[in-house]
């Protein structure tokens, strides 16, 4: 069952669908009238005395081995996740199977859309069962991946057991590690595998990427153990370590652009002049069986039985290759794709029926942020995932944590996307004594976030607690506050006298279950005349007011924001000068740089009601994104 966990409310969902909405049951009817049984196919395929097959030749031109593609009964249902139990309703369907009597080759449909150039004769019919537009036949995955070449660069990764999580958790916890490999990710697989299939000519001309991280990383180093000549496009703003590490593999490094749509123009540009073959990073079969081949290390590690895989999320080739061969041979193993809810362009894809273009994406699990999904991608997640589950940032750190308590290894935000998905799987629904596999997909981090990671660990775990508390300002009033948290370990308290009645105090603390646990402190806070607000999943509130206690001051007109923009040399130089404007003021501002891809500004304005209209003509020429937190209950509390 292809199963989407959605958190409706999350600021930063942007499905625009309503769990009861008619749109939201239209997608499940629209996508389960695209399911096939197994019972069906099968039973219409002995009916006509035929098997589906795969046209594979030898070296004598024959077909050496008949291959059958059995089907997978699928239906689609959306349910909320354990915070609004929003649900959408389960609808299955049985499409039309009978398969055209001679469909065209598939090698030929993608030629004649220029996506791929398909050198090796792989194709016939699919190891899923649906028929391509038009009746063209597809790939024959299975084949693709038992026969992929990728152990000249890649090696075999373990099986992991993470002993502490799952003693924590109650269910075994495999990982995979991934990020042990030569360059960190399982993205030389793909690469590497692509790159086998080039012709002598195609060597001679060389190759080309784009990618800002681990493709680049794969595909230089592809292309040192074939002899290829590399060039590798990064938007100017990818950190040194990153487009060092390329170069020291061999490969030719161009920076270019400010983000990664300037970078990838570049890279076709380039391509076009130079005649390069482009390595695409995720929407090529090659690429997906190269990646699938990790699906036929886990299942030939561990010999029990395991429920479910857990995958990382981006373009959506890892999660295609998996489940291509998973699915074929063990049809019981679940698949579950797992997104940040700010980068979820696959959730939003199976979800609508189409591929999405997301307007913005969040960059902390920069390794799996994409705008949209990949069209060859998308066809094979939509048949075979299981089900798609979002987790926030918080929760990825603390993910992170996990990770490096188990291995002592550091893994990147994307990397510990998948052991964040099984955590919140587990939670929502309440699983014991089962076995999971999660993916440590990379580990190619960037030094300087590890304090961001470390600060918002705790919170994604639930085991630290961020509260604002107005209290008396009276003598002894600290020490009652501090006698209701105790035992509790404080690890943050913040505090400045501004108002000779009340004292405004910013704090957190460890707590082993927080939800229950602030329940019975804010009880107790309330019978001494205390007033306290959760601020622990409030962005504002961990981004910038933690900082800013003290500060409270009555300004006329003033409208607060939070503003995201690209971190790279005079970026907010930039932003500061595109503020600037005779007819509005700023008047608060906090600016903080994480260690990544993007910075976060804090800024309060005062827009004189007259101005209103033109101010907000501003915001949408301004082309950042940002969310206004006028309203925020910490703003109003703290710095107004």
């Given at each position: ?284 079969p090659y690429v997906i069986a190269g990646q699938g081949t990790v699906g036929v ?188 948290i105790y035992p509790r370990a404080v690890s943050e308290f913040s505090y400045r ?144």
């Amino acid at each position: 069952m292809v199963q989407m966990t959605i958190a409706r409310g999350d600021p930063y969902d942007h499905s625009g669908l309503s769990p009861q909405s008619s749109a939201g049951t239209q997608t499940a009817q629209y996508l389960a009238a695209e399911t096939v049984s197994t019972q069906t196919r099968l039973a219409a395929q002995q009916s006509v005395g035929t098997a589906t097959r795969s046209t594979v030749t030898n070296e004598t031109g024959t077909d050496p081995e008949p291959c059958l593609a059995p089907s997978v009964s699928l239906g689609l249902g959306v349910t909320g996740n354990a915070e609004n139990n929003a649900v959408i309703p389960t609808t299955n369907g049985v499409a039309n199977s009978q398969q055209p009597t001679t469909p065209p080759d598939f090698k030929e449909y993608l030629e004649s859309a220029g996506r791929f150039n398909f050198p090796n004769p792989h194709y016939g019919i699919a190891s899923t069962t649906t028929t391509a537009a038009a009746g063209y036949q597809l790939p024959d995955y299975l084949r693709m991946i038992l026969t992929a070449q990728v152990y000249d660069v890649a090696t075999e990764t373990p099986l992991q057991t993470a002993h502490n999580l799952s003693a924590r958790i109650e269910n075994t916890v495999l990982l995979k590690r991934e990020d042990l490999q030569p360059v960190f990710s399982f993205k030389l697989r793909g690469a590497y595998n692509r790159m086998c299939q080039l012709s002598e000519d195609e060597k001679a001309k060389g190759v080309i990427a784009c990618s800002a991280g681990n493709h680049a990383q794969g595909v230089a180093l592809a292309a040192q153990k074939l002899g290829v000549k590399a060039v590798i496009v990064m938007p100017t703003v990818t950190p040194p370590i990153k487009w060092k590490n390329v170069k020291r593999l061999g490969a030719q490094v161009v920076l270019y652009g400010n983000d990664f749509d300037d970078a990838k123009a570049r890279c076709a540009q380039l391509a076009q002049e130079h005649g390069y073959i482009n390595i695409a990073p995720y929407d090529d079969p090659y690429v997906i069986a190269g990646q699938g081949t990790v699906g036929v290390e886990i299942m030939r590690q561990y010999s029990q039985t395991i429920d479910a895989i857990f995958i990382c999320v981006g373009g959506g080739g890892l999660a295609a290759g998996i489940a291509s061969y998973v699915k074929r041979i063990y049809p019981h193993v679940k698949i579950i794709g797992v997104e940040t809810y700010d980068a979820a362009a696959m959730t939003h894809s199976l979800q609508a029926g189409k591929r999405i273009l997301l307007p913005t994406v969040g960059l902390f699990a920069d390794g799996a942020a994409v705008k949209v999904v990949g069209e060859e991608t998308f066809r094979i997640c939509k048949e075979l995932m299981d089900e798609t589950i979002l987790v926030s940032t918080d929760e990825v750190c603390a993910a992170i944590k996990d990770a490096f308590e188990d291995t002592r290894s550091v893994v990147e935000p994307a990397g510990a996307l998948a052991l964040a998905g099984v955590k919140k799987w587990v939670q929502h629904n309440g699983c014991k004594g089962r076995t999971f596999v999660a993916l440590t997909s990379g580990a190619n981090m960037n030094f300087d976030r590890l304090r961001f990671v470390a600060e918002r660990a705790d919170l994604g775990e639930n085991k630290e607690a961020l509260i604002t508390v107005i209290i008396p300002e009276n003598p002894g009033s600290f020490e009652e506050l501090y006698q209701i948290i105790y035992p509790r370990a404080v690890s943050e308290f913040s505090y400045r006298y501004g108002d000779p009645k009340e004292a405004h105090i910013f704090m957190s603390f460890t707590v082993d279950d927080r939800e229950t646990e602030l329940k019975e402190i804010f009880v107790a806070l309330e019978a001494k005349g205390m007033r306290a607000l959760d601020a622990s999943r409030n962005e504002m509130a961990k981004d910038h007011a933690r900082h800013l206690v003290g500060g409270r001051e009555s300004v006329p007109n003033e409208r607060l924001f939070r503003f995201a923009f690209p971190e790279r040399p005079g970026a907010l130089r930039h932003f500061l000068s595109t503020l600037r404007h005779p007819l509005w003021n700023v008047s608060l501002f906090h600016y903080r740089n994480y260690g990544g891809d993007v910075s976060r500004v804090l800024a309060g304005i005062q827009v004189p009601p007259e101005t209103a209209t033109v101010f907000e003509q501003f915001l949408t020429e301004l082309k950042y994104p940002y969310v206004e937190e006028t309203g925020n209950a910490v703003y109003q509390q703290f710095l107004r």
